[in-house]
């Protein structure tokens, strides 16, 4: 049971790490895979699966915020959403690559959905990073670099 729950923990901190709250899912794999209790692939896959589908919960808000953009009650300015749409029109399906990094990559994933880049797209790519991210800090917490 105590696997569950931590499998389950796992899951929701990378969740919500790939959202805009702030959080952290790496510190959550670090500290279990340090445990040397669970599986590597089966935590680096539970934290991937988390982090992709918090991200693909973003690209739907982006795929709606564009109806809220003058609302006095909105948290983002029609000048900030601007200049994201911008910056991401400017390098594309690509800037997805950096889905994974702090600050930045949350919402790089809701100006995917803004802008309507296609679902595929954007699950392969972010898919790429995410996966990509875990597998790095499982490879340096377990020496298997």
């Known amino acids: 049971m105590a696997d569950v729950l931590a499998y389950l ?3 929701a901190s990378a969740f919500g790490a790939a959202t ?14 340090l445990s040397q209790k669970l ?6 896959v539970v934290a991937s699966l988390g982090n992709v589908l918090g991200s693909l919960m973003n690209w739907f808000l982006g795929r709606g915020i564009e109806r ?11 000048a900030s959403l601007d200049r994201a749409q911008a910056w991401y029109s400017r390098f594309g399906k690509w800037s997805l690559l950096g889905s994974w990094l702090p600050i930045v990559g949350d919402p790089i994933t809701i100006v995917a959905g803004v802008l309507r880049e296609p679902l595929l797209t954007f ?23």
């Open 9 to 11: 923990g796992l899951f």
């Open 20 to 33: 805009v709250l702030p959080m952290q899912s790496e510190a959550v794999l670090v500290g279990l895979l």
């Open 39 to 44: 599986s590597i692939f089966w935590l680096v």
């Open 68 to 78: 809220f953009r003058n609302k006095t009650w909105f948290p983002v300015g029609p």
């Open 123 to 145: 699950l392969l790519l972010v898919t790429l990073a995410k996966v990509g991210r875990y597998l790095v800090f499982a490879a340096a917490t377990t020496g298997l670099a």
